[in-house]
């Protein structure tokens, strides 16, 4: 290390790394903008989108070493947002692999200088059974640009390493690219949240995208009662259910009203035993259908004039199917 780079404290060295990778970022979003050199990176990424797009198979990403590592991020992102993908290692595509890679897919490969010997199979594979060929790179004239179908270029940009010899700006170039790509398809998906859920059922982000459906209370649970059943008999069954509520439903068992333990506080001054369910229940309750997302169950129960703790959960006959409670929703770490 050189008495000039001792001046620096460790925080420096990170910062102007980060600067450095920053930059680079920078200079990918200004050749995806503009046309550089007799090149237009936005015409390219525009031919990526449209063909993944409307692929019938599966899109293939490899590449070896630092861009084999960058190439199975991008591939889990796409994966994980509704674009159907899978990685392949060069050096495996060499002793059977290559069957996986089907003329109906797509295959991107990385590698910043094009010139990744590990990467012939798959090139060679992909032109004798024309497989459209993506290059993600860093060199226009190198042995995969030339050899692909389309070419995602990569800027030039500096390296943060000080020797030049890490890739780093490179690598975060491919893979900000590779999240460009992913991103941009699933907008054009119409991808929801509730499909990010059906790939993510584990772990804290698995339990916020649960459906009303995996939390309700069902069948015995649900507290239900007929709107000319006295009172008395209903505060019975809402006090054996505990769940705070009860649903009123009509002889063919649709739902016609709540009660909550906030009605029974508003009959405080009258003689409960003389009053029938029908006479306190709210005849236009908040019902959600099983399958909404519980967090947006949650949502609605608190961004309201006043906050409800419970709601019941109909379907497409309005009969009841369920309740939902704030509790269960807490409990989950849904919040």
């Known amino acids: ?32 903008r503009n046309h550089h050199e007799g090149y237009n990176l936005s015409t390219a990424f525009e031919k990526t989108i449209a063909l993944i797009y409307s692929l ?31 990685f392949v290692h060069p050096a495996e595509a060499a002793h059977g692999d290559l069957g996986m890679i089907q003329p109906s897919d797509v295959v991107i490969a990385l ?11 798959i090139i060679n594979h992909a032109r004798r059974f024309n497989i459209p060929l993506i290059a993600m790179t860093s060199q226009a004239n190198s042995t995969l640009a030339k050899a692909a179908d389309i070419v995602l270029l990569l800027p030039q940009s500096k390296e943060a390493c000080p020797l030049g ?26 991808f929801t949240p509730s499909d990010f859920g059906k790939y993510h059922p584990g772990g804290r982000l698995g ?21 000319h059943m006295p009172m008395h008999d209903a505060l019975m069954i809402m006090t054996k259910k505990a769940l705070g509520c009860i649903g009123v439903i009509s002889n ?19 003689d409960i035993r003389k009053l029938q ?12 259908n099983p399958d909404l997302l519980a967090a947006e169950a949650l949502c609605l129960m608190n961004n309201r004039e006043k906050p409800i703790t ?13 309740v939902i409670h704030i509790h269960d929703l807490l409990r989950m770490g849904i919040a």
Do not use: W
């Open 252 to 270: 063919d068992k649709k739902l016609i009203g709540l009660i909550t333990d906030g009605d029974l506080r508003r009959t405080l001054n009258q």
């Open 56 to 86: 019938k198979g599966r899109v293939v990403v490899t590449g070896i070493g630092k861009s084999g590592h960058i190439g199975r991020k991008i591939q889990a992102t796409l994966a994980s947002t509704g674009t159907p993908s899978f």
């Open 111 to 121: 590698s910043s200088s094009g010139e990744t010997v590990e990467l012939a199979n």
């Open 165 to 190: 010899l890490a890739p780093t700006t490179s690598s975060v170039a491919q893979l900000a690219l590779g999240d460009a790509l992913a991103i941009t398809l699933l907008r054009k998906n119409r």
């Open 207 to 227: 339990t916020k995208l649960k459906f009303v459906r995996d939390l309700m209370h069902i069948n015995d649970e649900i507290p239900l009662a007929p709107p």
């Open 1 to 32: 290390m050189t008495v000039q780079e001792n001046i620096y404290s460790d925080v420096e060295i990170a910062c102007q790394a980060l600067t450095i990778e920053q930059a680079g970022i920078a200079d990918l979003v200004d050749a995806l």
């Open 277 to 288: 369910v029908k006479d306190v229940m709210n005849t236009s309750p908040l019902t959600i």
């Open 310 to 322: 419970c709601l019941f959960v109909i379907n497409e006959f309005q009969n009841p199917v369920g």
